[in-house]
Structures are given as structure tokens and as C-alpha cells.
């Protein structure tokens, strides 16, 4: 069975970078849409970022645009997400989740947390001075 691990949190000061790292000991991704979401304290979860499959075509939610990039590296084995311009406001813990397609599929909503099956635990991102 597939499980999902995140890594790469931690406590990082405003306008600093993280690496967040999503993986499935055992398998490829490259067969799954992957999508990031977050939820801080109080909060609902919500969409970061989402990438297809075959064609890797990638979308942002509008706070994020042009300071996080999501990505597949290592052979197709992990998606990151690396966040560059951190403020205090994307404090949350963040998650991955997997969208098993055996077609070139594309994420277009990346709020739709309904579509994911697989989600793994989770990893804090703090931004704080």
C-alpha cells in the first residue's frame, strides 16, 4: 500500500527558503497527481499547489505564486515543493496528497481536497522572527 511521507519543515525566518519533500518509500509517483495543502491553527485546510502526471503541468493558489515552485526529482520518486520568500502568514503544517490516474491527467482546482485518497501526516512549517 502506498504511503506518503513529507519532509523538509522546520522554523525559518521571514523572506528565508525550504525544501517540503514528498515520497512513497517503495514507489514511483510519476502514476499520481500530487497536491500540497496547508492548515494553520483555527483554520481550514487549504490548496497550495497540485502537478499532473505524465505532462507535469503545475498550479499555484494565488498566495503563493511566483515564491513556491512544486516539481517531481529523484527519478520520479518525490515532488517537492520549494518555497522561497517565506512570510508568517504560509505557517501551517503542510501536507501531501495522491490522486492515483493511469492517463495524463492535469490539476486544475487546487482546492479540491475531495479528489485525494492518500495523504500523509504532515510537516510544520513555522515563519517566525
Known amino acids: 500500500q502506498l504511503q506518503l511521507v513529507e519532509s523538509g519543515g522546520g522554523l525559518v525566518q521571514p523572506g528565508k527558503s525550504l525544501r517540503l519533500s514528498c515520497e512513497a518509500p517503495g514507489f514511483t509517483l510519476d502514476y499520481y497527481i500530487i497536491g500540497w495543502f496547508r492548515q494553520a491553527p483555527g483554520k481550514e485546510r487549504e490548496g497550495v499547489s497540485c502537478?499532473?502526471?505524465?505532462?507535469?503541468?503545475?498550479n499555484y493558489a494565488d498566495s503563493v505564486k511566483g515564491r513556491f515552485t512544486i516539481s517531481r526529482d529523484n527519478g520520479k520518486k518525490a515532488v517537492v515543493l520549494q518555497m522561497n520568500s517565506l512570510k508568517p502568514e504560509d505557517t501551517a503544517v503542510y501536507y501531501c496528497a495522491a490522486d492515483w490516474t493511469p492517463y495524463s491527467d492535469s490539476c486544475t482546482v487546487v482546492a479540491d481536497k475531495g479528489r485525494y485518497d492518500k495523504w500523509g501526516q504532515g510537516t510544520q512549517v513555522t515563519v517566525s522572527s
Open positions: 502537478i499532473g502526471t505524465l505532462d507535469s503541468r503545475t
